[in-house]
């Protein structure tokens, strides 16, 4: 191990502050760069849906398995939209074996409620027939490598896995009392459009870092994540930091944000 290597693991907020002095970053991006994206959809063949998704180092892939149930009794005409994250010890050292993690939990979570709230893909559209028959759609995002910003890796995993999905035609059946579905004829999620969240981490109050690295996660002092559908924000979170402080940086990440919403989009067309 070099000396360099050894001073940042020891020292790892001077490293990180020698190399923000400068205006730059470990990897060597600018502050508010993020990092390079690739995209692949369809990878998975056994899933009703599916997407690969890089972000520098980086790794979710992420399936989509569709099944038919019955709906609950105060919602019969609602599916079910049914977000996982499973971030292994495999992925980074981290990380134990056993059950899911605190922080798989709490992204599951986040996931789903971004995707609830977005309102892409209502749980209406998933009903077969009203109180009989319901989509329920399983959203298992793998992370295969870890290195920080998670959420905005797996969501865009989960958006491109859900546009990538085909659902058999299906009907309810009356006389024999069960729905059926077609071997030949599918239809898509008809999702028009996706949310991206956009993460920032703040370092000393003043510095916002675009897309942290598992390096950096740590040192940060608070995050900020802006989620964007279309040209709208349609959520703006805070973890940790002093509010005041935080709120005078929202700006500058809202526009940040919305230059990243373009390329990504850019890159979604073309794959990489």
Known sequence: MSEISIYQRLHSRAYLEKFLEQKLRP???GLDEFRPLQVTQGSISTADGSALVRLG???VVCGVKAEISEPDLDLPNSGFIVPNVEISAICAARFKPGPPSEEAQILSEQLNQIILKSGV????SLCIQPGKAVW????DAICINY?????????LAMML?????RLPQARYDEEQKMTVASRVDSRTLGIQDIPMSMTFGIFQSEHVLADATAFEEP????NITVVLLGSKAISVSQWGGDTRTVSVLLERCFKIAQNRQRIVLKVIQTGS
């Not at 290195?147 to 969501?155: H, S």
Request: proline share 6%; aromatic share 4%; charged share 20%.
């Open 27 to 29: 990897d060597g991006r």
């Open 57 to 59: 180092e980086m790794t």
């Open 121 to 124: 893909l209502p749980p209406e």
């Open 136 to 139: 329920v759609l399983y959203i």
């Open 147 to 155: 290195d920080g910003n998670a959420l905005d890796a797996t969501l």
């Open 161 to 165: 896995a859900l546009t990538n999905t």
């Open 219 to 222: 040192l940060l002092d608070s």
